[in-house]
T-cell receptor, first 114, second 112 residues
């Protein structure tokens, strides 16, 4: 069974610091990985996607993927109070015929302290 | 700029009642999904569809049914509601397998 594991937190980070969120996945066949942000009472929204080993940067966000270690991380630089949310890690397999969506972790609750 | 639209946003059901959660998307996506999210838990896949007329079970399908008569619509039917179905339900869509999925705003369902 495919599983995505995250530390549920809460992870408390001072404003302006770097927040580091981590995720591991069980299925070596997973090909694509996603970080979603979810504010309380809202739906998940995509922050980053990553498909290849290494780093991918987008503004203050950097996603890192290590397929050998089955590890995905998200770094948030210059953390802002508005970054306080639950961050969901997800994985997917490319499957030619089927498309059974993404497998999600339970999420890490991030708190940015002013 | 609608994306994925779900109705209703909130609903209270009595045990044993039935209802349908509506979902429509205007992005011409072939792939559509229903997830449920319980407090402190991740998103669990209920059913998915890869195109009109094609549906399949996800991780937690018991107590639910779906249909996909058009590309745009993917309703979720709850038969004989039970307290265990109290949850937040998210409909989502994607243009292809393994790609980003986009969520609707969610439907909060309470069964009492």
């Amino acid at each position: 069974q495919k599983e995505v594991e995250q530390n549920s937190g809460p992870l408390s980070v001072p404003e302006g610091a770097i927040a580091s969120l981590n995720c591991t996945y069980s299925d070596r066949g997973s090909q694509s990985f996603f970080w979603y942000r979810q504010y309380s009472g809202k739906s998940p929204e995509l922050i980053m996607s990553i498909y290849s080993n290494g780093d991918k940067e987008d503004g203050r966000f950097t996603a890192q993927l290590n397929k050998a270690s089955q590890y995905v991380s998200l770094l948030i630089r210059d953390s802002q109070p508005s970054d306080s949310a639950t961050y969901l890690c997800a994985s997917a397999m490319y499957s030619g015929g089927g498309a059974d969506g993404l497998t999600f972790g339970k999420g890490t609750h991030l708190i940015i302290q002013p | 700029n609608a994306g994925v639209t779900q109705t209703p946003k909130f609903r209270i059901l009595k045990i044993g009642q039935s209802m349908t959660l509506q979902c429509t998307q205007d992005m011409n996506h072939n792939y559509m999904y229903w997830y449920r999210q319980d407090p402190g838990m991740g998103l669990k896949l209920i059913y998915y569809s890869v195109g009109a007329g094609i549906t399949d079970k996800g991780e937690v399908p018991n107590g639910y049914n779906v249909s996909r008569s058009t590309t745009e619509d993917f309703p979720l039917r709850l038969e004989l509601a039970a307290p265990s179905q109290t949850s937040v339900y998210f409909c989502a869509s994607s243009d292809r397998a393994g790609n980003t999925i986009y969520f609707g705003e969610g439907s909060w369902l309470t069964v009492v």
